[in-house]
């Protein structure tokens, strides 16, 4: 086997949508992976709110696998880098001795390398398949994300006031966690044409 034909060892120059594709499912499959870890670490240490980075890489992974999104690979720079650069912090001056430190250094570099290969790969797949951006649906589509996360936190932070009033006030990073939630959950949705008035409008058209 070729090593150059394999994705992860290939940073060469993307010639045809095809490639593209290829790339953009490849590493979205590594998210999958790294989002399911990333998911089951924390809930095996009774860690709710940490699974969120979890389910960020998720999303991130299906829309990069599914939809060859350039959001998405975007979100993924953007991620990575201020991961990168808040681990960077940690390290130096008082952890240059901590190996875990350096392991989570190194470990966001490697997905921040990942992460733009799949930002080049998704603008080439959209230069060769020529295709046309509608921003009044993708307008909408936010729109109504936005709507939907306020209504979703609303619905549960009511219902903890409810049914659990000691639940919020014994973890504090529970109503950060609702809210990004919340947020991601709504965008998924709505960017997908899963919610009321999101139906039948493509964010991005391919003519080629």
């Keep these: 086997m070729d090593i150059k034909n394999i994705t992860f060892f290939n940073f060469g120059k993307i010639e045809s949508a095809g490639q593209a594709v290829k790339i953009l499912k490849d590493i979205g499959i590594a998210f999958y992976v790294v989002g399911i870890i990333m998911i089951l670490i924390p809930l ?78 998704s603008f080439a797949y959209h230069k060769f398949t020529q295709s046309t951006v509608h921003w009044k649906n993708f307008a909408i589509k936010t729109l109504c994300a936005v709507i939907y996360a306020v209504i979703l936190a609303a619905i549960c932070f009511f219902g903890l006031a409810k049914f659990a009033p000691n639940f919020m006030q014994s973890n504090m990073q529970m109503p950060g966690f609702i809210i990004n939630l919340a947020v991601l959950v709504g965008l998924f949705l709505s960017y997908n044409g899963f919610l009321p008035f999101t139906k039948n409008r493509p964010i991005c058209e391919v003519h080629a």
């Design 44 to 121: 095996y240490l009774n860690n709710l709110p940490a699974t969120l980075g979890g389910v960020v890489f998720l999303i991130i992974g299906f829309m990069l696998h599914k939809h060859q999104s350039r959001t998405g690979s975007i979100i993924a720079v953007i991620q990575q880098l201020i991961a990168v650069c808040l681990i960077a912090l940690l390290i130096y001056p008082n952890n240059l001795q901590v190996w875990g430190v350096w392991r989570d250094f190194i470990i966001s570099l490697i997905i921040l390398v990942y992460s733009v290969r799949a930002t080049q790969a």
